[in-house]
């Protein structure tokens, strides 16, 4: 493996790292969102408003 393809793969794998670190957070940031942070249930519509 030449040093170009190296780069490229470690790249790739710091890319795919912070992608799914990411979603975790963002995952994490809208379920606490939609919970209001207290013991109410979310009220979520999926329906649009006129």
């Known amino acids: ?3 170009q ?3 490229r793969a470690s790249f790739i794998y710091i890319g795919a790292i912070t992608l799914v670190g990411l979603l975790i957070v963002f995952g994490s940031m809208v ?10 249930p979310a009220k979520i519509s999926t329906k649009a408003k006129p």
């Not at 379920?31 to 109410?40: I, Q």
């Open 1 to 3: 493996m030449n040093q």
């Open 5 to 7: 393809s190296d780069g």
């Open 31 to 40: 379920s606490f969102n939609a919970s209001g942070g207290n013991d109410e």
